[in-house]
């Protein structure tokens, strides 16, 4: 059975980076899976943040354009996410996901 589970979240200054980790177990093709980050501030729906297609194609929300990266570390089967000119608004529990399943999610708070 698929698990993801997230790592690498915390608290940051704005303008200050992270780095988000995604360990995935039970994907029989990691290379060629479609996965996602989405996040979820208090009071608001979750939205999707990056996504990254079988084939590689990236796909990014106009609010963390050219601040986030999102990649995958086939080798380790890890989904990454880099987040740089972390901004407040930012601030949100950050979920990775592949097609129905979920993990467990891990809080980003950006100070101003």
């Known amino acids: 059975q698929v698990q993801l589970v997230e790592s690498g979240g915390g608290l940051v200054q704005a303008g200050g980076s992270l780095r988000l980790s995604c360990a995935a177990s039970g994907i029989r093709f990691f290379g060629n899976t479609p996965m996602a980050w989405y996040r979820q501030a208090p009071g608001k729906q979750r939205e999707l943040v990056a996504s990254i297609s079988n084939s590689g194609s990236t796909n990014y929300a106009d609010s963390v354009k050219g601040r986030f990266t999102i990649s995958r570390d086939n080798a380790k089967t890890t989904l990454l996410l880099q987040m740089n000119s972390l901004k407040p608004e930012d601030t949100a529990v950050y979920y990775c996901?592949?097609?129905?399943?979920w993990g467990q999610g891990t809080q980003v708070t950006v100070s101003s």
């Open positions: 996901n592949s097609w129905s399943v």
